[in-house]
């Protein structure tokens, strides 16, 4: 187990690429889901200096807030409502450059300027999961911020289906 982590690098390639390995270290060999999926929240949140970054689980028909880092956030969302409630409908990732303006935006924090949302697979091709990460800068995720945040789902989904 990882006691720090170190995200070198000048662009966003660079320090995913170099966080990425960091993610799988940090969790190999834990056998407690939940210890796993709070660390890969935190690393990816201080490691990418985001401002908020979490999982939704699908529980009763609905998204139940689950590990996470930053701000309160909201506690549950219902199926289509919100980008996260949008991504477990559509089965998608969604990324959002301005939240103010995507209709029927959940306001957890007035300070989430944008968004990338990630669905998170069962070993049924279910959403079982959300995987929210919120920037307070407008327009701030790109292709590359989805290429290597589907990255981090198969380690999500790795963990969750074992």
Not at 97 to 107: E, K
Request: hydrophobic share 45%; aromatic share 10%.
């Amino acid at each position: 187990m990882a006691e720090s982590l170190a995200v070198s690098g000048s662009t966003r390639k660079d320090q995913y690429t170099s966080l990425l390995p960091q993610l799988k270290a940090l969790v190999e060999g834990e056998t407690d889901k939940w210890a796993a999926l709070g660390n890969i929240m935190s690393a990816i949140k201080y490691g990418m200096n985001f401002f908020w970054v979490g999982l939704y689980v699908v529980k009763n028909n609905e998204l139940v807030l689950s590990s996470f880092q930053g701000t309160v956030a909201c506690t549950r969302i219902a199926f289509g409502k919100g980008v996260c409630g949008h991504c477990w409908k559509e089965k998608k990732i969604i990324i959002v450059d301005n939240v103010d303006l995507f209709a029927g935006h959940i306001a957890c924090s007035s300070e989430s300027k944008s968004e990338i949302v990630l669905p998170v697979f069962d070993k049924k091709g279910e959403v079982a999961m959300v995987f929210d990460v919120d920037s307070e800068h407008l327009a701030h995720f790109s292709q590359t911020d989805e290429k290597y945040l589907k990255e981090v789902v198969l380690i999500i989904e790795k963990i969750i289906n074992a």
